[in-house]
C-alpha cells in the first residue's frame, strides 16, 4: 500500500527558513516523481517543485526559484523542501504528492510536475505560516 506522508510546517518570521519533509513508501514502479504543492487560504492550489528520482531532475515554480531548494534521500525514500528567505505570500498547507508510472518516458513532458491529475497519491498536508 502506497504512503505518503509530509511534516515540518511551523510558524516562522519572514525572512527566516524551514524545512519540509516528505516520506513515501509502497512503490508500485520504479519510477517516480514527488511534487511538492501548496495552498492559501482562498486561492486554488499550486506547483510548488518537484524531484523525479530516476534522474534527479528538479522543478521549481518562479514564485520559489532561488528560495526553495528540493533534495532526495533514496536511502529512506525521503524528499525535502528547504525553504528560505521566506514570505509571508508563502503562507499556506503544503502537500507532497507522488506520481509513478512503469517507464521513465511517461516523464518527459517537461510540464507534467504541474498537473495534479498526474500524481496518484497525495499526503495530508502541513501548515506553514510565515508571520511576524
Known amino acids: 500500500q502506497v504512503h505518503v506522508v509530509e511534516s515540518g510546517g511551523d510558524l516562522v518570521q519572514p525572512g527566516g527558513s524551514l524545512r519540509l519533509s516528505c516520506r513515501a513508501s509502497?512503490?508500485?514502479?520504479?519510477?517516480?516523481?514527488i511534487g511538492w504543492f501548496r495552498q492559501a487560504p482562498g486561492k486554488e492550489r499550486e506547483a510548488v517543485s518537484c524531484?523525479?528520482?530516476?534522474?534527479?531532475?528538479?522543478y521549481y515554480a518562479d514564485s520559489v526559484k532561488g528560495r526553495f531548494t528540493i533534495s532526495s534521500d533514496s536511502a529512506s525514500n525521503t524528499v525535502y523542501l528547504q525553504m528560505d528567505t521566506l514570505k509571508p505570500e508563502d503562507t499556506a498547507i503544503y502537500y507532497c504528492?507522488?506520481?509513478?508510472?512503469?517507464?521513465?518516458?511517461?516523464?518527459?513532458?517537461?510540464?507534467?510536475?504541474?498537473?495534479?491529475?498526474?500524481?496518484?497519491?497525495w499526503g495530508q498536508g502541513t501548515q506553514v505560516t510565515v508571520s511576524s
Open positions: 504528492a507522488l506520481a509513478e508510472h512503469p517507464a521513465p518516458e511517461n516523464f518527459d513532458d517537461p510540464r507534467f510536475w504541474i498537473r495534479q491529475f498526474e500524481y496518484h497519491y
Open positions: 509502497g512503490f508500485r514502479y520504479a519510477y517516480y516523481a
Open positions: 524531484i523525479r528520482n530516476f534522474d534527479g531532475r528538479t
